[in-house]
């Protein structure tokens, strides 16, 4: 039972940690962006996209050039904390963020876009700061939309893959998740345990995909 359960609560935690780290990026991400024009605002907003269409390879690949042991940062990391990223938990949820950052920034953006400039506008006419506006108008106005991407990235982080495999490794109890236990049980001939963790990953993904749409519907 605990090599079957064991990726999946791996893949739970992982996702659970990298969707709320997205939330926080991907909704500032937003608010900086939402409804603002500046020179190459095209080109942040494609490298911000970029990993939703890149193959999870070259996601994967990417990370291990930017975080590996022979990189900058990755020196850095064993200079001053004796230890390396690559080939950790810490790892997979860096790749589960990447992915679903994309998923995240864009649900964000259209529902703060979404927002009423009128009902902001008078909050600032009484008085009210940005950081205020923002927390007590926009945020709430748009709790909907940052939900539904919430939802979605942390399905996306669920079924990460590719770059999971190549940054993290498939090290069974320490980083190997319900994606690449599939994988290996599929190579070894273990149909049934293989099945068993694709049925859990249809019944999460499912019930996740449904929680996305009703929240959809309730922000129209």
Not at 9 to 26: E, F, M, T
Not at 169 to 192: D, L
Request: overall charge positive.
């Amino acid at each position: 039972m605990e090599e079957f359960w064991s990726p999946v609560w791996l893949s739970i935690n992982v996702s659970l940690l990298a969707g709320v780290i997205v939330a926080i990026l991907g909704t500032a991400a937003a608010r900086w962006m939402a409804r603002r024009r500046f020179r190459g605002k095209t080109i942040v907003e494609t490298v911000f996209m970029l990993p939703l269409v890149l193959p999870p390879s070259v996601v994967g690949f990417l990370l291990v050039v930017l975080f590996g042991r022979h990189s900058p940062i990755g020196k850095l990391m064993e200079t001053w904390f004796h230890t390396t990223v690559l080939f950790t938990p810490g790892a997979a949820v860096m790749a589960a963020v990447v992915v679903s950052f994309p998923l995240m920034y864009q649900a964000a953006k259209a529902g703060l876009e979404a927002v009423d400039p009128t009902v902001e506008g008078a909050a600032r006419i009484d008085g009210a700061n940005e950081r205020q506006v923002f927390w007590h108008i926009s945020l709430p106005l748009a709790r909907n939309a940052l939900l539904s991407g919430a939802v979605l990235s942390f399905a996306r982080s669920l079924g990460e893959f590719g770059s999971t495999l190549m940054f993290a490794g498939n090290i069974p109890g320490k980083t190997q998740t319900i994606p690449t236990a599939v994988y290996m049980a599929m190579e070894s001939g273990r149909m049934e345990l293989a099945w068993a963790w694709v049925a859990v990953t249809i019944g999460l993904s499912f019930s996740l995909l449904s929680c996305a749409a009703k929240l959809g519907r309730w922000q129209r």
